[in-house]
């Protein structure tokens, strides 16, 4: 295995939203109305989980099953997300996306790639491998995300 990036998130919505131009606050941001993404059909999020500790919970008007929907989608509602911040950063400018912090923090996560260890010496998987990292990498020298770790 071998960790690839550290990654945190953001809270996004369209630039003419009406949160867009006023400071995030918690309160704010639990009656909004939000996008989930739910892989597994399961509420949960890292979100959820802060704003159960402060005893509130927020609005969910749509879920979806996978996060590369979220700009398209956000960029033509009234909807919010959190999303993690390289997705957010890649679709900011090309469709008119505010990215702001949340009012609270949230976890950090770890993206990491695994294989088995039949695979070591495989050099077209290593190859893979080597490919993968060099992209996490190139997207972690950009100013606001962290160097991977290896391990």
């Known amino acids: 295995a ?12 369209r630039t003419g939203h009406p949160l867009a131009g006023r400071p995030l606050t918690v309160a704010r941001f639990a ?15 890292y979100s959820d989980t802060a704003l159960e500790k402060l005893g509130m919970s927020r609005r969910v008007m749509l879920g979806v099953p996978h996060f590369l929907v ?19 950063h890649a679709f900011a400018e090309t469709h008119g996306l505010v990215l702001t912090k949340s009012p609270f923090p949230l976890e950090r996560f770890v993206m990491s790639q695994i294989w088995h260890a039949r695979h070591d010496s495989d050099e077209g998987h290593a190859w893979l491998r080597r490919m993968f990292r060099e992209v996490a990498e ?7 995300k962290r160097r991977p770790k290896k391990r």
């Not at 960790?3 to 919505?13: K, R, S, T, W």
């Not at 009656?31 to 999020?45: K, S, V, Y």
């Open 70 to 88: 979220v700009p398209h989608l956000v960029a033509r509602s009234d909807l919010i997300a959190t999303l993690a911040e390289r997705v957010a």
């Open 138 to 144: 190139q997207t972690a020298a950009s100013p606001s």
């Open 2 to 13: 071998e960790e690839l990036f550290e990654e945190g998130f953001v809270c996004v919505m």
């Open 31 to 45: 009656t909004a109305n939000h996008m989930l993404i739910a892989p597994r059909g399961l509420r949960g999020t």
